[in-house]
């Protein structure tokens, strides 16, 4: 039995050591692995992100390709949910104030600085999700509503221009979000938008409107032309 156990040794070779801090970087990407994953899930806050997870892969009865079942098909994504502009009945914001939302939408968080718009989906946002912590114009699957920063000058790029009620606005397409650990966005598809229109003071006004959010762009002008700014909105710096 001895000469069976050492003949097995000779086979299995040295055991290498692991080293405990190599084990403790494990565990921390681990758990930042899964607190990326709850932020993601949680704070897309819509049905929209929802139907574009949902895919369903199906086997064909019959096909070209390896196999007696031939290859594996996926079919289409679910339609996106659409969507309907309301008049906003709730309390107004400091800075700024609203006449239209769209429909299950509420004020997350309003002050001089922003006024951010979610669906009644993000109020059951995880414990590890905090919303204000997202720079401007950031808060994924929302709408965010701001004065342009103090080093800004209008848009950053052409777009197109439109009427935003009795002002012109311009529209300019958002660039596609870079996530780390996701793929990169299809710049062809819907990356979200941003309605610059200028103010009175020469100021412009920012309606960012994200990824997927079902809206048609008379639906984002709609709601941006019932944007009202007061004298208490403050710019904000970088």
């Given amino acids: ?72 098909a996926a079919a289409p994504p679910a339609a996106v949910v659409p969507v309907n502009l309301v008049a906003y009945q709730g309390t107004q914001p400091k800075g700024f104030t609203i006449d239209k939302v769209p429909a299950g939408w509420f004020v997350q968080s309003g002050d001089n600085y922003q006024l951010t718009l979610a669906p009644e989906t993000a109020k059951n946002a995880g ?49 596609p979000a870079m996530i780390p650990g996701r793929p990169a966005a299809d710049p062809a598809g819907d990356t979200g938008w941003a309605l610059w229109v200028e103010q009175p003071s020469g100021i412009w006004l920012i309606t960012q409107f994200d990824e997927e959010l079902g809206m048609s762009q008379n639906q984002m002008i709609e709601l941006a032309a019932g944007v009202h700014v007061h004298e208490t909105a403050v710019q904000g710096v970088g």
């Fill in 127 to 175: 414990p590890d999700v905090t919303a204000s912590a997202a720079p401007l114009g950031t808060a994924p699957g929302r709408i965010s509503i701001y004065l342009e920063s103090k080093d800004q000058s209008g848009p950053p790029r052409k777009g197109t221009e439109v009427t935003v009620g009795d002002r012109t606005g311009i529209l300019v397409k958002s660039l």
């Fill in 1 to 72: 039995m001895m000469d069976l156990r050492h003949h097995l040794e000779d086979i299995a070779g040295p055991v290498t050591p692991v080293e405990a801090g190599q084990i403790d970087e494990d565990v921390l990407r681990g758990r930042r692995a899964v607190r990326q994953r709850r932020f993601l899930q949680t704070t897309t806050g819509s049905l929209f992100a929802v139907a574009a997870l949902v895919v369903a892969f199906t086997v064909p009865s019959g096909g070209v390709g390896a196999g007696p079942h031939g290859p594996t």
